[in-house]
T-cell receptor, first 113, second 109 residues
């Protein structure tokens, strides 16, 4: 158990809908990362937050947004869902300092039908 | 453009054999991580390499880092079936991790 908690574990929704994925980082970690993993795109970095502020942005679509709250949990919002958004979404956390690896949650498997 | 390239992307081998996975990257960094992922599961941190010449070993796996060559290797010694998984390298670039595509390793009994 990495200490990173993601909910829900599975999500099935229809095209055009909006969903929210939730992540609680490890105790003491200030930084949260969101990743998307699909069969054709591999592991794609979406966005990083550090202590409530956006720190880095990767290949995140405009239909997607995220935030980190004062209690350091984070939410990833996916809207106007398309079939191609079906993927595993991982959250990872670390202290945010350099030279520290990230610890991954179990992921949320999103299926858009 | 920052690139991290792993090869091979797929490897099928017999138990008891040795093999090496390579991770090349295109920019200066002296921090590299190796992760393991079982099918449908999360990513598990294996090694943290933080300087040129760093070498770390855990069981049948050994990782090394050559920052001058921008190359890391993950060596598998006397492979066993339980090591079947996908292995990723990730390069640390100013708080971001740039990921390789992963090497899917299948070890046949």
């Amino acid at each position: 158990d990495s200490g990173v908690t993601q909910t829900p574990k599975h999500l099935i929704t229809a095209t055009g809908q909006r969903v929210t994925l939730r992540c609680s980082p490890r105790s003491g970690d200030l930084s949260v990362y969101w990743y998307q993993q699909s069969l054709d795109q591999g592991l794609q970095f979406l966005i990083q937050y550090y202590n409530g502020e956006e720190r880095a942005k990767g290949n995140i679509l405009e239909r997607f947004s995220a935030q980190q709250f004062p209690d350091l949990h984070s939410e990833l919002n996916l809207s106007s869902l398309e079939l191609g958004d079906s993927a595993l979404y991982f959250c990872a956390s670390n202290t945010g300092e350099m030279n520290t690896e990230a610890f991954f949650g179990q992921g949320t498997r999103l299926t858009v039908v | 453009e920052l690139k991290v390239e792993q090869n091979p992307l797929f490897l099928s081998m017999q138990e008891g054999k040795n093999y090496t996975i390579y991770c090349n990257y295109s920019t200066t960094s002296d921090r590299l991580y190796w992760y393991r992922q079982d099918p449908g599961k999360s990513l598990e941190s294996l090694f943290v390499l933080l300087s040129n010449g760093a070498v770390k070993q855990e069981g049948r796996l050994m990782a090394s880092l050559d920052t001058k060559a921008r190359l890391s290797t993950l060596h598998i010694t006397a492979a066993v079936h339980d090591l079947s998984a996908t292995y990723f390298c990730a390069v640390d670039i100013i708080y971001q991790l740039i990921w390789g595509a992963g090497t899917k390793l299948i070890i046949k009994p």
